[in-house]
């Protein structure tokens, strides 16, 4: 690198202060400077500031009261002329913007009503579907709920999926995942950020983070939910894993309490993907079935026309069965239910 | 496709169903009062997915269905091609019998869905 570009990565004095900012133990300071931003009528980057910051330091509860205080200012203040522009010239990104400035006034049903409006309207245009996401996100932030932190992932994805690159939907996606305690990921979504503003709020929180939290080992966001939840990863170890007797045209794999890998058939598939992915299904099957109000999970059946997967809750584990031949479903079933019981008790 | 719900609905056992996007975004919900509908999409979507995942290095290609026995409730995730039924019975339901009217249905809701992707 030459000298003049080095000296143009250098960050610059502002740019220094306002990494200062988020610092490990700069709450206060980082409030006060969202102050003196609001004073001086720069609302939006005073609630960008906020916005990172909440995550930097989450949980933050005075953080959190003044984005709320603050966001809700800017939504009062925009009602009248989002209400306007939206009777005057319908557009989705008019409908999306007063859907925002609803859910934050604590109109969900009319917030939802519009974003649905402008996803009617543009079903290819993110902003719809961000507000959605932004309403969600919010609620996984300050109530810690699964169910707003599953949704705004998946209106945030279709967003990002609209339009690659969208400034807002890779800042909403990169804090849920630095809420859920994966810097890898938050920084690969920032990146296009990064690159063009190293100043954002965003990136400096995850900047800070990432120092503190170890860098996630897994790309698998549905991993990431089920360790965000229960507080344990699974180990998985070759070591630990006992061999499971079981006909040729069978593979078997159990997954303990923990999810982690205990046993498995000697023709069973153990690529760690193929585990990983086995454990989140049990995890995921779990965590389903009891918050939908359907109880503690059985069993279940995933049928493709060439392959059958049946998982059998017990012990608290999951064992799974696949074969390739989907003719050999009962006799699978059969198997897993009683050879298996014998095996087990062996 | 409300109507195809609806019908669905009276099948004995069945206690309501949603059409979603293949991403989880509802589509049409007639899942009754009881039920939470963010919570049936947000996991419906999620078990889908892991189901699919798990499949694909298994199969090299997603499930047509994905049924999900519980203590107090059957789920049943059917894959319309772009799209997803989610199904939720009561523990007693005869799955052999009823199954083949959600079937009936997801064939159904499949063409409509083909006819409406050009």
Same mark, same amino acid.
């Given at each position: 690198m030459g000298i003049i570009e080095s000296w143009m990565r250098r960050p610059r004095q502002d740019e220094e202060k306002q990494m200062d900012l988020f610092a490990a133990g700069a709450e206060s300071r980082l409030l006060q400077a969202a102050i003196r931003f609001d004073d001086r009528g720069q609302r939006l980057a005073a609630a960008r500031l906020l916005r990172a910051g909440t995550v930097r330091f989450h949980p933050w509860p005075d953080g959190e009261l003044a984005l709320d205080q603050l966001e809700r200012t800017l939504a009062r203040e925009s009602l009248h002329t989002l209400q306007a522009a939206v009777? *005057? /010239?319908? @557009? !989705? %990104? &008019? !409908? %999306? /913007? #007063? *859907? *925002? %400035? #609803?859910? /934050? #006034?604590? &109109? @969900? *049903?009319? !917030? #939802?009503?519009? %974003?649905? !409006?402008a996803i009617e309207e543009d079903p290819c245009n993110p902003e719809g579907y961000l507000a959605i996401a932004r309403g969600y996100l919010r609620r996984f932030r300050r109530d810690e709920d699964a169910v707003a932190g599953l949704q705004a992932l998946r209106y945030l994805t279709k967003a990002c999926q609209l339009h690659a690159g969208h400034g807002d939907c890779l800042r909403s996606l990169a804090m849920l995942l630095l809420l859920l305690r994966a810097p890898s990921a938050a920084a690969k979504v920032l990146r296009p950020i990064s690159r063009a503003t190293p100043s954002d709020p965003m990136v400096l929180a995850l900047e800070a983070l990432s120092t503190e939290i170890p860098a996630e080992n897994t790309s698998n966001v549905q991993e990431l939910f089920l360790r965000w939840e229960t507080g344990t990863s699974p180990v998985h170890s070759e070591e630990t894993t006992a061999v499971i007797p079981a006909p040729d045209e069978f593979s078997v794999w159990e997954l303990d309490g923990t999810r982690a890998l205990a046993a498995c058939s000697a023709c069973a598939d153990q690529r760690q993907e193929l585990t990983e992915n086995l454990s989140v299904l049990a995890g995921s099957l779990t965590q389903a079935t009891t918050r939908m109000g359907l109880g503690q999970i059985a069993r279940v059946t995933a049928r493709s026309a060439d392959g059958v997967l049946i998982g059998l809750a017990e012990a608290g584990g999951v064992v799974f069965s696949h074969t390739d031949r989907p003719s050999l479903e009962n006799s699978l079933s059969r198997w897993l239910e009683s050879d298996r019981g014998r095996e087990r008790s062996r | 496709m409300k109507r195809l719900l609806e019908q669905l609905n009276t099948t004995p056992g069945v206690m309501g169903s949603m059409v979603m996007t293949d991403d989880g975004i509802p589509v049409v919900s007639l899942l009754g009062t009881e039920m939470d509908e963010e919570c049936v999409a947000a996991f419906s979507s999620t078990v889908r997915l892991a189901a699919n995942r798990t499949a694909a290095q298994l199969d090299n290609q997603h499930p047509d269905e994905v049924i999900i026995e519980a203590e107090q409730g059957n789920l049943l995730l059917i894959n319309l091609d772009g799209a997803l039924l989610a199904v939720m019975t009561h523990a007693g339901l005869e799955l052999n019998t009823g199954l083949l009217e959600i079937r009936s249905v997801a064939r159904r809701l499949r063409e409509i869905l083909t006819i409406r992707t050009p």
């Open positions: 009777e *005057s /010239r319908y @557009s !989705a %990104a &008019d !409908a %999306a /913007r #007063l *859907s *925002s %400035a #609803l859910e /934050r #006034l604590g &109109d @969900s *049903s009319g !917030a #939802l009503g519009w %974003a649905h !409006a | -």
